[in-house]
Nanobody
């Protein structure tokens, strides 16, 4: 059974950085898509960034230039480097991996940006 485990969340001040990491255990295959989503309190979960098996990345507008997603298909890991964090980035961040029609989610890690 595939299980995704995130780490790296926490409390930071505006302008600071955090790095989130996610690893998949129990996987014997590579993933087509690895991504990060987030849920801001009171809102739906939304895509932040994704990377496919060819290394092609996609970012939503509100993180472009600030966040960087990277993935390692051999190790089944995906990371999100978050710089210049803003209070509006406060959310629970979820790791996502997909192979074919099978989708896997992590349990979420809290990121709080506050002075």
């Amino acid at each position: 059974q595939v299980r995704l485990v995130e780490s790296g969340g926490g409390l930071v001040q505006p302008g600071e950085s955090l790095r989130l990491s996610c690893s998949a255990s129990g996987s014997i295959f590579s993933f087509d898509i690895m991504a990060w989503y987030r849920r801001v309190p009171g809102q739906e979960r939304e895509l932040v960034a994704r990377i496919n098996s060819d290394g092609i990345t996609h970012y939503v507008d509100f993180v472009k230039g600030r966040f960087t997603v990277s993935g390692d298909n051999e190790k089944d890991t995906v990371s999100l480097e978050m710089n210049s964090l803003k209070p509006e980035d406060t959310a629970v961040y979820y790791c996502y991996m997909r192979r074919g029609l099978k989708i896997y989610w992590g349990q979420g890690t809290q990121v709080t940006v506050s002075s």
